[in-house]
T-cell receptor, first 112, second 115 residues
Framework: GNSVTQMEGPVTLSEEAFLTINCTYT??????LFWYVQYPGEGLQLLLK?????DKGSNKGFEATYRKETTSFHLEKGSVQVSDSAVYFC???????????FGTGTRLKVLA | DSGVTQTPKHLITATGQRVTLRCSPR?????VYWYQQSLDQGLQFLIQ???????AKGNILERFSAQQFPDLHSELNLSSLELGDSALYFC??????????????FGSGTQLSVL
């Protein structure tokens, strides 16, 4: 079945550091890929998405590129802020399955 | 504010009991999803409804059941509760539930503690 694997956290960075959170997937067909973010005490909210190979999703300084050859969708940000501290979830959905599959989440902690 | 409302926010109960979690989707959304979030297993998909009908099933235990009513709100019933059922239960909604471009809108969750 379809699955998403994320790097384990927590990831602790200093403010203005470069961020990479790895995400790889296994899927039949051609999935759409997403990153969701969960701030403390809140539900998940969509951060960015990409629906086909080589697409780049971007939002709030975060980027991720859909790499079909490596089945990856790594999240990056050039300069993190304390306010980026949250749990980040990689997710996928394939047409006809109706199931959004989420990774286990990666907690990011940014220190001032 | 995502527009998805979950009640109650917190629920404390004892083993063997039964509880009902409620979700009101975003206005106009036809599809409702239920997820369980625990520390050791991340976000697990339980079940999805679309316009009152069950559409997809995930890792939902037989002790758990759900339904979506004609006004599109949904309830998740958890019975014969065990300590391991303690988790954060999220409801999410989407417009149609069948388009791969669709985003999910999540509620803020119900924290269930089974003592």
């Amino acid at each position: 079945g379809n699955s998403v694997t994320q790097m384990e956290g927590p990831v602790t960075l200093s403010e203005e550091a470069f961020l990479t959170i790895n995400c790889t997937y296994t899927a039949t067909g051609y999935p759409s890929l997403f990153w969701y973010v969960q701030y403390p005490g809140e539900g998940l909210q969509l951060l960015l998405k990409a629906t086909k190979a080589d697409d780049k999703g971007s939002n709030k300084g975060f980027e991720a590129t859909y790499r079909k050859e490596t089945t990856s969708f790594h999240l990056e940000k050039g300069s993190v802020q304390v306010s980026d501290s949250a749990v980040y979830f990689c997710a996928l959905i394939t047409s006809g399955t109706y199931k959004y599959i989420f990774g286990t989440g990666t907690r990011l902690k940014v220190l001032a | 504010d995502s527009g998805v409302t979950q009640t109650p926010k917190h629920l404390i109960t004892a083993t063997g009991q039964r509880v009902t979690l409620r979700c009101s989707p975003r206005s106009g959304d036809l599809s409702v999803y239920w997820y369980q979030q625990s520390l050791d297993q991340g976000l697990q998909f339980l079940i999805q409804y679309y316009n009152g009908e069950e559409r997809a099933k995930g890792n939902i235990l037989e002790r758990f059941s759900a339904q979506q009513f004609p006004d599109l709100h949904s309830e998740l019933n958890l019975s014969s509760l065990e300590l391991g059922d303690s988790a954060l239960y999220f409801c999410a909604s989407s417009a149609e539930g069948q388009e791969v471009n669709e985003k999910l809108f999540f509620g803020s969750g119900t924290q269930l503690s089974v003592l």
